[in-house]
């Protein structure tokens, strides 16, 4: 499976943002949203299973974030609001066949991360 994440950008805090990451290939897979902050490690964000929808959430962003997948486009979003000074960084979309999975080692795709900056 190939992933491409787009979306990203320069925002207020408070503003929204929507990612998306277009899947190509077969999409039997846990699609998972994590983000990288300078100088800290790749973090889990949010997760959905393509067949079932079944989603999980970080705490940090549980209720300011949402995922969502369009199956016949092959997209999976992240519905970013009420954007924090602290949601900046680099996101990356990664795929793993089976159950969305937290830990970065257990992805074996992964897209190139886009940029989320929020200014105060």
């Known amino acids: 499976v190939q992933l491409q994440a787009s979306g990203g950008g320069l925002v207020q805090a408070g503003s929204s943002l929507r990612l998306s990451c277009a899947a190509s290939g077969r999409t039997n897979y846990a699609i998972t949203w994590f983000r990288q902050a300078p100088g800290k490690q790749r973090e889990f964000v949010a997760g959905?299973?393509?067949?079932?929808?079944?989603?999980v959430y970080a705490v940090s962003v549980k209720g300011r974030f949402t995922i969502s997948r369009e199956k016949a486009k092959r997209m999976v979003y992240l519905q970013m609001n009420s954007l924090k000074t602290e949601d900046t960084a680099v996101y990356y979309c990664?795929?793993?066949?089976?159950?969305?999975?937290?830990?970065?080692?257990?992805?074996?795709?992964w897209g190139q991360g886009t940029l989320v900056t929020v200014s105060s």
């Open positions: 990664a795929a793993r066949s089976g159950d969305i999975a937290t830990k970065t080692n257990e992805y074996s795709y």
């Open positions: 959905i299973t393509w067949n079932w929808g079944t989603t």
